[in-house]
């Protein structure tokens, strides 16, 4: 029972850092923007959320450091391919370089190490037990005690389902990746839609970034968003976007996550750091074999 | 009827030196259906443009009202009531009618969420106050062509727009659907509407319009009452000298059948029929045309003529050969063809015009590869796109240009070069003259005969009537992906292929004719 | 042809003076860092001669990326390529004992091998289960990370090593030097040759950039697009893998943990500068290769950290690229106004 509960929760520690980005990802999938940057948001997330937990002895001011640093890297993706129109892809690559770059360097620079950066000084983002429910056998270990941002990502979840579908925003920015030229005649300008989801998008991802550096763990080392930002990526593309279906596909992510810890005691543990990349390969032949029934 | 729009000496130049407009006055009055007519390049739609605010312009007054005006975007314009419906629909077919008309001007309640109810409500309105006849919550993907232009319009009068533009609103619909639209154009005009459109199809200009505005190279020719002129003063005023509209075609005997498709089906993955049992054929020295609404099945038969599809039945001949299932490389060996959409399957638009002209001849014509076809032989095919400027009467500049730097005329020539002297024995033909201007329409036109007289056989699909009933010996309707009729052309008439586009039977009984 | 050239200086220029801008900010002095930099990357034959060496699995990478990226696939598995390549080398040269001659060759066609069958399983991946190529890609360069990492921590671990890293390949397998002059250099220009001749003069060449520009406009003017697919990717998995291959044979020997890590994506980011020219390629690649030689010079003079090289070459890329892009839409409004006057005359 005990490990069942452990895998259930390691699922949801993996997933969460997935999931948020998912979420920014599909905002800028739906406005019809070739977001490769998530990883990139992610990693300067994850490294300014340490630093503002670190200089302020607080997390809150870690999770606003965190959002603004993925809205920097945000902020130059919006200011090379939605103003200076230079091709997406390219622009995303040379942006998640650039992350990798910086945060080393500002490790360096800031820090005074290399690879990485631990001190006890750095307050992490603290769980939350909720009363009553906690009491509740098995369930309650699960739905009480986790960390502040999982609450914060359900939330998320919730809204984005809301303003995606039901507000105006949600409307135009669908129709900014359906018919950019038929949305601009309309009198709304695609860039500007544009711009907001990627705000937005930086926002979740800096939101990722911290829960990777003050909550999964509590530290900043170099490149640790490990490529989870690709998993995000790959995530919104398998399910065409949608937040319910990048949920469950974040859920699963997350497990193979967990499944890779149980897996330590059987297998080296480089193996075992496999599975998430490995599973991200079986979902996408599921996924591929299915569009190709549909094309045929 | 008094004067709502007045263009002063409009002068619009594109750097460094191209004249768009060259002094252009004109007016438009409160309630009229005003036509602007001329060739492709005449500048009718850059004149349009700029009074919506598309373009800006060099030089020139616009006076609204009384007024003089400046609209900077589309958005200013709509806000003093002028609309534009443009030729290419622009609309979103995953949303539904009601949802396509209120993007941009949602009706809201709080956090921003859109208040569903009124916005239903408010576009049922509008619908039945000019009696359009849809279904606010239809996908506009599922519509018909025509339906989705009303909805165009619609979105427009949604937001109480007066003046209406239209870009060749006739472009995309059946010989059968224009009247309903001119009868709807014609009551939003009684309804005290303005309604200018481009256009350069003179028939219907004369029928629906009240006045005509000529252009021709930049300048306004004439504007003339509809009633006191006629298609062929138009033609001269648009063209400047006397346009032919007889057909060219000698009478000629085909030969033996050369390309034949027998009982062709095609299914795709989603169970969907695009081809039912097709058969025709073409013979040699024969030119065979195909009408039909755009997504009646065209695209699924250019693909499996040429292989990018398998059907799911029947077979493909060429010369007695069986292609049905053959690599597209072979195909190529007997097959010519000439796409509908240049930029998409007929070039490369980036690369030179060299590399685009040595496509499928570097692996048919061992002339051009030494070493048994792995190394290319570059200065036989640089010999090779000079013989077809020469030939085919190509303005281009250096061959190492890049293919989209030639004007639309002349790409279409050298795809036409380049296919044709892969002197096979059928040519397949998508919309040949799709946005040519009428020298170059002539010209290819010319080519195509000369192809027939040369015995090809040739197959051509068009959504140009006029083009197929001057090049056509024989002309086969497609409908929902079965061919309904087969007919020669003496024997039929424009009225007859349209009605069987629209509905796929013969307005006087239901007689399938094979 | 001279306006990429002038672009691509411009861009440069624009990087240095804002990496300089930077610099300033932090305190530190622009002119004596660059100075270090490039006097350390080169001033004098040896650092040269470090920037040659270091140049090759820039450039190699970049043609992998270059090649890919015109024709095509998108192939981002450079970083998993280079290290299954470079760990196939380095077990090739730990067991098999040939004199130098033979040595050399056999170590470079397993290394050749090694990058082609890890872009060939993602090749495979797309042929048989239309699997996007990004993605997988993207995914087994984690793996082959890892893989590697287990492979030199325990089958063919250095026993008694404090880190993970294999024994050194049998002498015959190192690359000459002559002085300071690595042969690396002349194994990437022979490279350099092969792939130039296929790419600009055979007919399988041709067909690969015209795919890469329409690809339905060549599947029907009668290219095998899947033939054609599945040979790029294997040669660009190869040269990739022969990159890795040449880290170790030149370099240190032996597959150490961390080996070639940013070489490959670096090689990527040169591709996008050199807008995937083969020639820009080797131009960019020398010039990045000075920049990351210069920087542990940098550091040791003027204290500015290394790591700030990684920062300023995805800003001369950005920049680079932005430029060349707003070039790119300057001329074509410029076609399209000589098209329109064409017409009107």
Redesign the interface.
Same mark, same amino acid.
């Given at each position: 029972m005990n490990i069942f509960i452990g895998l259930i929760n390691g699922m949801i520690s993996g997933a969460t850092p997935i999931l948020l980005a998912a979420l920014g990802g599909t905002f800028t999938y739906y406005a019809g923007i070739f977001n490769i940057a998530m990883e990139g948001m992610m990693l300067g997330g994850a490294f300014f959320a340490v630093l503002g937990s670190y200089y302020f002895h607080s997390w809150p001011m870690g999770i606003l450091f965190a959002i603004l640093g993925a809205l920097f890297m945000a902020l130059i993706f919006i200011v090379f391919s939605v103003i200076l129109k230079t091709d997406e892809f390219i622009t995303g690559i040379a942006l998640n370089l650039f992350a990798v770059g910086a945060t080393t360097y500002l490790l360096r620079q800031i820090f005074k190490v290399k690879g990485a950066f631990s001190d006890p000084g750095i307050i992490p983002i603290p769980k939350v037990d909720i009363p009553l429910i906690k009491d509740i056998p098995v369930v309650g270990s699960i739905l009480s005690g986790q960390n502040l941002l999982v609450y914060v990502t359900f939330v998320v979840i919730l809204i984005t389902v809301y303003v995606v579908f039901k507000t105006r925003f949600g409307l135009r920015l669908r129709a900014a990746g359906y018919n950019a030229a038929s949305l601009d005649t309309s009198g709304v300008r695609t860039s500007s839609v544009r711009i907001w989801s990627l705000v937005i998008c930086g926002v979740l991802c800096g939101l990722a970034g911290a829960y990777l550096s003050l909550g999964y763990v509590n530290l900043f080392s170099e490149n640790m968003s490990a490529g989870r930002g690709w998993i995000s990526l790959a995530a919104v593309i398998l399910v065409n976007g949608n937040p319910w279906g990048i949920t469950l596909i974040s859920l699963l992510f997350g497990f193979t996550d967990g499944l890779g810890l149980l897996l330590q005691q059987y297998l080296p543990n480089q193996f075992t750091s496999m599975v998430p990349y490995i599973a991200t390969l079986i979902s996408l032949y599921f996924y591929s074999i299915q569009k190709r029934k549909k094309t045929a | 009827m008094d004067t709502l729009i007045e263009m002063k000496n409009i002068v619009k130049v594109?750097?460094? #030196?191209?004249?768009?407009l060259d002094d252009v006055s004109t007016d438009f009055r409160k309630g009229e259906i005003h036509a602007i007519v001329g060739e492709n $390049?005449a500048g009718k739609s850059t004149l349009m443009k700029v009074l919506y605010g598309l373009e800006g312009r060099n030089n020139g007054e616009i006076m609204l009202r009384g007024q003089p005006t400046h609209f900077n975007d589309? $958005?200013e314009a709509?806000a003093n009531r002028i609309g534009m419906v %443009?030729q290419e629909i622009? /609309? *979103?077919?995953?949303?539904t009618i009601w949802? #396509?008309i209120i993007? $941009?001007?949602?009706p809201?309640n709080i956090? +921003?969420?859109?208040d569903e109810a009124k916005a239903r409500r408010t576009v049922k309105e509008k619908i039945e106050e000019f009696q359009f006849n849809l279904n606010p919550d239809d996908k506009v993907g599922d519509i018909s062509v025509a339906a989705r232009q009303k909805v165009e319009i619609l979105?427009l009068l949604y937001r109480n727009v007066e003046i209406l533009i239209l870009d060749e609103p006739t472009s995309v619909l059946t010989p059968q659907e224009i009247p309903q639209l001119f009868s709807e154009l014609r009551r939003l005009r009684d309804s005290g509407k303005t309604i200018l459109f481009i256009s350069h199809h003179l028939d219907e200009v004369l029928t629906l319009s009240d006045r005509i505005t000529v252009m021709r190279? +930049?300048k306004k020719i004439a504007t003339v009452e509809a009633s006191e002129t006629n298609k062929e003063d138009l033609a001269r005023m648009m063209v400047g000298r006397d346009v032919i509209f007889l057909s060219k075609r000698d009478g000629k005997v085909p030969g033996d059948v050369v390309f034949s498709v027998d009982d062709l089906s095609y299914i795709? +993955? #989603?169970g969907h029929k695009h081809l039912e049992e097709v058969n025709l054929n073409v013979k040699a020295g024969e030119i065979v045309g195909i009408a039909g609404v755009e997504g009646n099945g065209q695209l699924a038969l250019v693909n499996c003529i040429?292989g990018?599809n398998h059907p799911s039945h029947g077979s493909i001949t060429v010369n007695g050969k069986d292609l049905t299932r053959a690599? *597209? /490389?072979e195909r190529?060996r007997y097959i010519s063809?000439v796409?509908q959409d240049r930029g998409?399957? +007929?070039?490369?638009? =980036?690369?030179s015009i060299a590399?685009n002209v040595?496509?499928?001849h %570097?692996?048919?014509n061992k002339k051009f590869?030494r070493w048994n076809? =792995?190394?290319?032989d570059y200065r036989y095919a640089r010999q090779f796109t000079d013989q077809i400027e020469e030939q085919f009467n190509v303005?281009m500049g250096s061959m190492d240009a890049p293919f =989209?730097? /030639?004007?639309g005329g002349n790409q279409q020539k050298v795809i036409l070069g380049r296919e044709l002297l892969l002197e096979t024995p059928f040519l397949l033909l998508d919309q040949p003259t799709r946005g040519l201007?009428v020298g170059s329409i002539e010209y290819v036109h010319d080519i195509i005969l000369n192809m027939r007289s040369q015995d090809r056989a040739i197959l051509m699909i068009s959504a140009d009537l006029e083009e197929l009933f001057r090049l056509s010996d024989r002309i086969l309707v497609l409908h929902r992906g079965k061919i309904v009729a087969d007919l020669p052309t003496e024997d039929t008439s424009v009225e007859q292929v349209g009605y069987l586009m629209l509905e796929g039977k013969d307005k006087e009984d239901a007689k399938e004719i094979h | 042809m001279r306006k990429k050239f002038i672009s691509g200086i411009l861009g440069i220029v624009v990087a240095l003076v804002l990496g300089a801008i930077i610099m300033l900010f932090q305190g530190y002095n622009p002119i004596e860092t660059y100075g270090a930099l490039f006097s350390y990357s080169l001033g004098g034959w040896y650092p040269f001669c470090t920037t040659l060496r270091n140049s090759v699995p820039l450039i190699l990478t970049g043609f992998s990326a270059s090649i890919a990226f015109a024709s095509g696939p998108v192939n981002l598995g450079q970083p998993g390529q280079l290290l299954i390549g470079a760990l196939f080398a380095t077990v090739g040269g730990m067991y098999i004992h040939l004199p130098a001659v033979l040595e050399i060759p056999i170590l470079i066609a397993l290394a050749l091998l090694g990058g082609a069958l890890w872009s060939g399983a993602a090749a495979l991946m797309h042929k048989w289960f239309s699997m996007d190529e990004f993605i997988t890609t993207l995914m087994l360069n984690m793996i082959a990370d890892l893989l590697t990492y287990w492979a030199i921590s325990y089958p063919f671990f250095e026993k008694g090593a404090n880190s993970p890293l294999t024994p050194q390949i049998d002498k015959a397998g190192w690359l000459p030097e002559f002085g300071e002059f690595n042969t690396n250099v002349l194994v990437m220009l022979l490279t350099f040759v092969v792939v130039w001749f296929i790419y600009s003069r055979l007919t399988a060449g041709y067909e690969w950039r015209l795919t890469g520009q329409n690809s339905i406009f060549a599947r029907l003017g009668g290219c095998n697009i899947d033939k054609n697919y599945m040979a790029v990717m294997l040669i660009t998995g190869a040269l990739a893998g022969l990159a890795g291959g040449l880290v170790v044979m030149a370099g240190p020997h032996r597959f150490v943990k961390g080996l070639g890590a940013n070489y490959a994506w670096d090689g990527v980011m040169v591709a996008m500068v050199a807008n995937n020219g083969l020639f820009g390629t080797i131009l960019y690649g020398l010039f990045f290769s000075t920049l990351q030689s210069g920087a542990l010079g940098m550091e040791l003079i003027t204290a500015v950290p290394s790591e700030f090289i990684q920062v300023l070459q995805s800003v001369i890329v950005l920049v680079i690229v932005a430029g060349r892009g707003l070039l790119d839409i300057w001329m074509d409004k410029s076609m399209i106004k000589r098209k329109a006057r064409e017409r009107a005359a």
């Open positions: - | 594109f750097p460094p #030196n191209v004249v768009a $390049g589309p $958005g709509i %443009h622009l /609309l *979103i077919p995953e949303y949802q #396509n993007l $941009g001007v949602e809201t956090f +921003g969420k859109i979105k190279k +930049g795709d +993955g #989603n040429m990018m690599e *597209i /490389l190529r063809f796409s998409k399957m +007929g070039a490369a638009v =980036k690369a590399d040595m496509m499928t %570097h692996r048919l590869t076809g =792995k190394l290319l303005s =989209k730097s /030639l004007s201007d | -």
